[in-house]
C-alpha cells in the first residue's frame, strides 16, 4: 500500500496570505496525485488532478506541483472560503490511497 | 446533470449486514471506474473499492473478504454489499466517480453505523 504524508497537520493563516500545503508518498506515484478541498458536512471537492491540472471550475489561485513522490498545493491568496481540510490522493495503482488531511483555519 | 446519490445506510448490529446504492444519472456507471470511499466521525477519506469498466474489482486491506461492489447497467447503480461489520466500519459511505487516477464527482453520502 501506498502511504501518503501530509504536512503540516494544521496550517493557521489569514485570508490573502499565500498557503503551502505538502504531500509526500512512500514510493513514487508519478504524477498521480490529486488534491480536494473539504469543508464540513459536504463531499470532497476535486481541485487539482496529474498532480498540476486544475479541475472544471477551480480558481487559478490553486495550483499543484510535482511529481514522484514529493508534491505541493500552493492557494496564492486565501479567500475566506478556502478555510477547509485538504486531502491529496494517489491513483498509481489500483488500490488507492488518501494522506491525512491539512486543516487550513483562520489565524 | 450528473449526479450520485447514496442510499442503504443505517443501524446494524456487529456481525450484521447491509447494502449500500449509489444511483448515478446524467452519465453511465459501466462507463467509468466507480469507487466507495468512506470517512469515519471525525476522521479523514478512507478508499474502500474499486470496480472497473470491465467489471475488475479491487479492495482495501481493511475491507476484503467482508466486502463487495458491484453494479447493475440496467438500473445504472453501484453497489457495496457489507458483511462482518464491526464497529471500525461506522463511517459515511460515498461512492465516486472514477477520473484520470481519481475521482471527480462524489454523492453526499450514507451513514453506516455498527452497534449493538
Known amino acids: 500500500e501506498i502511504v501518503l504524508t501530509q504536512s503540516p497537520a494544521t496550517l493557521s493563516l489569514s485570508p490573502g496570505e499565500r498557503a503551502t500545503l505538502s504531500c509526500r508518498a512512500s514510493q513514487s506515484v508519478s504524477s498521480y496525485l490529486a488534491w480536494f478541498q473539504q469543508k464540513p458536512g459536504q463531499a470532497p471537492r476535486l481541485l487539482i488532478y496529474?498532480?498540476?491540472n486544475r479541475a472544471t471550475g477551480i480558481p487559478a489561485r490553486f495550483s499543484g506541483s510535482g511529481s514522484g513522490t514529493d508534491f505541493t498545493l500552493t492557494i496564492s491568496s486565501l479567500e475566506p472560503e478556502d478555510f477547509a481540510v485538504y486531502y491529496c490522493q494517489q491513483g498509481s495503482n489500483s488500490r488507492f490511497t488518501f494522506g491525512p488531511g491539512t486543516k487550513v483555519d483562520i489565524k | 446533470e450528473v449526479q450520485l446519490v447514496e442510499s442503504g445506510g443505517g443501524l446494524v448490529q456487529p456481525g450484521g449486514s447491509l447494502r449500500l446504492s449509489c444511483a448515478a444519472s446524467g452519465f453511465s456507471v459501466s462507463s467509468h471506474y466507480m469507487s466507495w470511499v468512506r470517512q469515519a466521525p471525525g476522521k479523514g477519506l478512507e478508499w474502500v473499492s474499486v470496480i472497473y469498466s470491465g467489471s475488475s474489482t479491487y479492495y482495501a486491506d481493511s475491507v476484503k473478504g467482508r466486502f463487495t461492489i458491484s453494479r447493475l447497467n440496467s438500473k445504472n447503480t453501484l453497489y457495496l454489499q457489507m458483511n462482518s461489520l464491526t464497529s471500525e466500519d461506522t463511517a459515511v459511505y460515498s461512492c465516486a466517480r472514477g477520473y484520470l487516477g481519481t475521482f471527480d464527482i462524489w454523492g453526499q453520502g450514507t451513514m453506516v453505523t455498527v452497534s449493538s
Open positions: 496529474d498532480a498540476s
